[in-house]
């Protein structure tokens, strides 16, 4: 006796939209009985990372700064998984971005004019999209894997944020800790909420999400995006590129991850340092499928995600849970939603040798 999955003629448009909070709701289920089962209070963890978020006010702002990221890059990622593009290295492009921010900041450092935040947001788009456009030339030219070129990108990005913080852009009066000078007030986010930590980059975030909703359902490059991904071939006789639709996937998710970079270190961070590097752009990558590779949807996923960075912080010191528990709940929750995705796309057949005897 055994088991074969068989392809449904049509997945259940319910079931696709219900299998993100079922993954959530399944991942707080599960995660209370492993951390109970290895010695933590596992309803507490819960309780702390996914509910303390929402009942607390203090930690709403907290919500907002951590989601913005994650939507911003998120939104990227989604419009390239859409085309079929694996950039699976937004997180070096939004250190990249960030650099490239922290580099016009450094430079103007003392100067003062409203040009000066602008043209660190140009610099961080452009750096994110000239970090992306490298995975994107060998995969068009020599068609290597942008998953393994993308990724392995990500590592030196973080040795370079190390070289420049200790070396070049050390700052003098740091006292020798690796980071740069503070970020002159002309290079700062400015808070939308005063008294609160809430910047610039949140509305940013959600305009992006609207924009990219926008685009890829009623524009010609939205079209392209999907077509490309669903039926490369098909797509060759509607006169679309695969090769420029690699090209522009990959260009786009690296600009938005870039923007995202310098949103953060001119916004909560206001210098760079060693823990710039955050995971944002790993954790992206659940927020885009949680969200179903629909920007609206990332909004709502990134929020998701954001209440697992916020909740962890407070689990760590109300219970004493260790920070990878934040990893380990996120991871959850891709397990379920991809676990989830194939039942939904594909029913579960018992077969006694080559004839089927049963389907669940």
């Known amino acids: ?137 060998l995969k068009v030219r020599l068609n290597v894997n942008e998953i393994l070129t993308s990724l392995m990108l990500t590592y030196a990005s973080v040795q370079l944020i190390y070289y420049l913080i200790r070396a070049p852009w050390k700052d003098p009066m740091g006292m020798g800790f690796p980071q740069t000078r503070m970020f002159s007030e002309a290079a700062r986010l400015p808070t939308i909420m005063p008294g609160t930590i809430v910047h610039l980059g949140v509305p940013i975030a959600i305009v992006v999400a609207l924009i990219a909703w926008f685009i890829m359902s009623r524009s010609v490059f939205g079209y392209q995006m999907k077509v490309v991904g669903a039926a490369p071939h098909a797509a060759r006789y509607g006169g679309f590129s695969e090769n420029r639709t690699i090209w522009l996937a990959m260009l786009v998710s690296g600009a938005l991850a870039g923007l995202a970079g310098v949103l953060e270190v001119a916004g909560p961070f206001q210098r760079m340092v060693p823990g710039f590097p955050t995971n944002y752009g790993f954790t992206a990558i659940i927020v885009a499928f949680l969200g179903r590779l629909n920007p609206l949807g990332v909004i709502f996923a990134g929020l998701v995600m954001a209440i697992t960075f916020v909740g962890g912080e407070v689990a760590q010191t109300t219970i004493g849970l260790p920070n990878a528990a934040t990893g380990i709940f996120q991871a959850m929750v891709l397990f379920f939603l991809l676990a989830g995705d194939i039942l939904v796309r594909y029913r579960v057949r018992r077969v006694a040798g080559n004839r089927a005897v049963g389907a669940a």
């Open 1 to 137: 006796m055994r088991f074969r999955l068989e392809k449904r003629p049509e997945p259940s448009r319910l079931m696709v939209y219900a299998t993100p909070v079922a993954a959530v709701l399944l991942t707080m289920i599960v995660g209370a009985v492993i951390f109970s089962l290895i010695g933590y209070d596992g309803i507490g963890a819960v309780r702390e990372i996914f509910l303390t978020p929402l009942t607390n006010a203090y930690k709403w702002q907290d919500l907002g700064v951590k989601a913005a990221p994650l939507i911003i890059i998120g939104v990227g990622l989604s419009i390239a998984y859409r085309a079929n593009v694996w950039n699976i290295g937004a997180e070096g492009q939004y250190i990249i971005g960030g650099l490239a921010g922290t580099g016009v900041a450094l430079a103007t450092h003392g100067m003062t004019g409203a040009w000066i935040l602008p043209l660190m947001v140009l610099a961080g788009v452009a750096g994110g999209m000239v970090y992306a456009a490298v995975p994107a030339f």
